[in-house]
């Protein structure tokens, strides 16, 4: 028996936030002392953060742009994707993902994902494959490497780009490659909620170096090489301006807080290790669907930690305990909503969730209960209780 909602009261005083992120007095004092240089757009911070990224996923360059969503639509314009193009990618995404596609002028087709690891499924991406493919965008979900071999495979067969939507996947490694090192790009996310956080903000590692320089110059209204340094100690110096390009380069604010959240995200990850440890231990018998063990071989980004609610099983919808949640002051996300159930999608490309009925079973049922290592013991207890309460489980 289930406990019905309006029965239910807080477990805590005050709202649990979800994706909370953990900013401490290193980065506070850094953004400050960048304040007081009176350096604050792009600058010698964020050549600094580039690097340092660079290093810790093993490439020669990264460039440090305004958001991932920005980070997808300059890689995808840089590979020479564009009008008459096919691109594949997964319905089981944020938005962004399938709307960078589109920016860059080509057409999204979604293939399948796989249901126990939520990642795209490499059978269903051939299914999907035509003469007009051109790309395919994988996004490493929750932090959990895609099917690399297979995904390779096909991209050597048909001769296909590789972008790797790397938002959730920081830390992920897959047989000891990092995540974003496979493809041609790697694009990754510093939003807030994200396993590292600049508040807004993204990178793009290529290892390229050529093709790195071209986001560089596409992020920045295609200006010559370093026309960041035009108001420099060095004087004023020219620029040229070499295409027509966007504006989504990273500030010398945002940089600030990266290089300091960088240097922690193995202690994060560890923080959400322990997390995630628990629930695994406290929902084991409930009737919850539990993520799949991310420990293995490879190295899982410890993301997001999602539940499915099946309303046969738990005796209540995943809405009732999105609601369920709420009033005993948990906060919780949903990743995602499948993306054919969006008006958007349906109207204008004619998806409907029927083309990808696992990703709309999980978009159905899935819920991301918080896994922040901002969460105290106490908090985590929190929502071990608030989840038993809202399943009618003895707390
Ligand atoms: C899988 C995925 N791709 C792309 C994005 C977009 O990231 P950003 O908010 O940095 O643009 C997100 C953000 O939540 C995401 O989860």
Redesign the pocket.
């Known amino acids: 028996m289930t406990t019905p909602t309006q029965t239910l009261t807080p477990v805590r005083s005050s709202m649990l936030v979800f994706g909370q992120p953990d900013i401490q007095t290193d980065e506070i004092d850094e953004v400050v002392a960048t304040l007081r240089s009176r350096w604050i757009g792009t600058g010698p911070k964020t050549a600094q953060f580039e690097r340092e990224f660079a290093e810790y996923v093993g490439v020669e360059s990264a460039v440090a742009v305004s ?4 980070a ?1 639509m300059l890689a995808l314009i840089a590979s020479g994707v564009g009008s008459g193009d096919e691109v594949i990618t997964t319905p089981l ?2 938005c ?2 399938t709307n960078a596609i589109l920016h860059a002028g080509a057409v999204p087709v979604l293939a399948d994902v796989d249901p126990r690891t939520m990642n795209i499924d490499p059978a269903s991406i051939e299914a999907q494959i035509t003469e007009k493919t051109k790309a395919l965008v994988i ?1 490493h979900f929750a932090g959990r490497a895609c099917a690399m071999d297979e995904i390779l495979a096909i991209v050597r067969r048909h001769d296909l780009l590789l972008i790797e ?1 790397c ?2 996947a920081i830390e992920t490694t897959y047989k000891g490659q990092h995540a974003g090192t496979f493809g041609d790009f790697g694009c990754f ?3 807030a909620t994200k396993n590292v956080c600049t508040a ?3 990178m793009v590692v290529s290892r390229s170096p050529e093709l790195a320089a071209r986001i560089k110059t596409l992020a920045l209204h295609g200006l010559s090489r370093d026309a960041w340094k035009r108001f420099g100690d060095d004087g004023y110096e020219h620029y040229q301006v070499t295409e027509a390009g966007f504006k989504c380069n990273m500030t010398d604010l945002q940089s600030s807080l990266g290089i300091h959240q960088l240097r922690r995200v193995d202690e994060a990850w560890q923080l959400r290790e322990d997390v995630w440890r628990r629930y695994d231990t406290a929902f084991g018998e409930l009737p919850l669907e539990l993520p799949a063990s991310p420990f293995g071989s490879d190295r899982h980004a410890l993301h997001l930690y999602t539940v499915l609610v099946d309303k046969d099983r738990c005796g209540l919808s995943r809405d009732e305990f999105l609601r369920a949640m709420t009033v005993q002051n948990i906060g919780v996300g949903v990743h995602y909503v499948s993306l054919p159930e969006h008006e958007f999608y349906r109207q204008h490309l004619g998806w409907s969730p029927d083309d990808c009925p696992h990703a709309a079973r999980i978009g159905r049922q899935t819920v991301s209960l918080p896994l922040s290592p901002a969460l105290t013991y106490d908090d985590v207890e929190d929502v071990v209780v608030a989840v038993r309460r809202a399943l009618g489980a003895a707390s």
């Open positions: 958001s991932c969503t920005s997808l995404t944020f962004a993902t996004v939507d938002a959730h996310s510093f939003y807004e903000g993204g």
